[in-house]
């Protein structure tokens, strides 16, 4: 009912910033909360940001509040993530996600996930 498309990772200077980009196909996109996610080799999935159906509010996990931004725009069926004063921790593969009906904390719950983009690499050196 809903494809997620990751774009924008890639090999990014320690200090630098990045806009990840998710495109979103469906009718029923406006409905969804979005947000983004992160897994690094060897560990978990982990919550990163996520933003309500209207862009009116958004959460974040506490360790990337102040550095990353989540957005969206309806018109376009996108959601953006700009990463600023990224750092070498920051490498991982970062997913898109959407679930109906949700605010923006509650989108933190993994195993309540809707839908899943497959990921896009970002990579950071130092």
């Known amino acids: 009912q809903v494809q997620l498309v990751e774009s924008g990772g890639g090999l990014v200077q320690a200090g630098g910033s990045l806009r990840l980009s998710c495109a979103a196909s469906?009718?029923?996109?406006?409905?969804?909360?979005m947000g983004w996610f992160r897994q690094a080799p060897g560990k978990e999935r982990e919550f990163v940001a996520a933003?309500?159906?209207?862009?009116?509010?958004?959460y974040y996990a506490d360790s990337w509040k102040g550095r990353f931004t989540i957005s969206r725009d309806n018109a376009k069926n996108t959601v953006y993530l700009q990463m600023n004063s990224l750092k070498p921790e920051d490498t991982a593969v970062y997913y898109c996600?959407?679930?109906?009906?949700?605010?923006?904390?509650?989108?933190?719950?993994?195993?309540?996930?809707?839908?899943w983009g497959k990921g896009t690499l970002v990579t950071v050196s130092s």
């Open positions: 996600a959407a679930r109906s009906r949700a605010t923006a904390q509650a989108m933190r719950v993994i195993r309540d996930i809707d839908y």
């Open positions: 469906g009718r029923t996109f406006n409905s969804y909360a």
């Open positions: 933003i309500n159906y209207s862009g009116t509010s958004t």
